[in-house]
């Protein structure tokens, strides 16, 4: 069994040199068992809205953030501008809503898959699989999950479950390294 710091480590360690091997990150996802003490000091949590947490940026080459769902929180339906997705829950559970691509304008979403995971739970997604939206469906119990995101990216694209509109966002941290970041003033959001 790993700890917090020896999964960041390792995860560090696998892109050093290679390529994303999907059931290697996995596995290495799946091997640690979460520990509220190990990461409590990164889930920082808003009342209006879901947070992303920086826990470490893994020398340019992959984002490592804790999410953090208050009771009834959803992401949009979203892409993931070519980057590979990793999700491992690490308090609670999250409902993942896998949607096909848009066929044509003005019409609703298909879904594809729906899951839920739960404590340890480990979900994986890319755009070739499609779309997709994570939800916490409790209505008293919040959830944390840890997401890796291989390259990083700073931008995506959220799409209207109900027409397929698609909208480019900028993707922001709550928090970077435990401390709450302050964007007054900031255009970019960094």
């Known amino acids: 069994?790993?700890?917090?710091?020896?999964?960041?480590?390792?995860?560090?360690e696998i892109f050093e040199h290679k390529m994303v091997d999907v059931d290697e990150v996995m596995k290495l996802m799946g091997s640690y068992k979460s520990d509220i003490n190990e990461w409590r000091r990164f889930a920082i949590f808003d009342?209006?809205?879901?947070?992303r947490n920086l826990v470490d940026i893994g020398n340019g080459k992959?984002?490592?953030?804790?999410?953090?769902?208050?009771?009834g929180m959803a992401s949009s339906v979203h892409d993931h501008t070519?980057?590979?997705?990793f999700v491992k829950i690490l308090d609670g559970e999250l409902t993942e809503t896998k949607y096909?691509?848009?066929k044509k304008k003005h019409t609703?979403?298909?879904?594809?898959?729906?899951?839920?995971?739960?404590?340890?739970?480990v979900s994986y997604m890319n755009d070739e699989l499609g779309l997709h939206r994570m939800e916490n469906q409790s209505h008293s119990n919040g959830a944390v999950s840890l997401h890796l995101y291989?390259?990083?990216?700073?931008?995506?694209?959220?799409?209207?479950?109900?027409?397929?509109?698609?909208?480019?966002?900028?993707?922001?941290?709550y928090s970077k390294y435990g401390e709450k970041v302050d964007y007054h003033g900031s255009k970019e959001g960094k």
Not at 47 to 51: D, I, Q, V, W
Not at 62 to 71: D, F, K, R, S
Not at 82 to 85: E, G, K, M, N, T
Not at 108 to 121: F, Q, R, S, V
């Open 82 to 85: 070519d980057a590979h997705c």
């Open 62 to 71: 992959y984002n490592l953030m804790i999410l953090c769902w208050g009771p």
């Open 47 to 51: 009342m209006n809205k879901y947070t």
């Open 100 to 102: 096909d691509w848009p």
């Open 108 to 121: 609703p979403l298909e879904t594809i898959e729906n899951k839920t995971y739960g404590l340890n739970g």
């Open 1 to 12: 069994m790993v700890s917090f710091v020896q999964l960041v480590v390792q995860i560090r």
């Open 150 to 173: 291989i390259p990083p990216y700073s931008t995506c694209n959220a799409f209207d479950e109900r027409t397929g509109k698609k909208t480019k966002c900028t993707v922001t941290f």
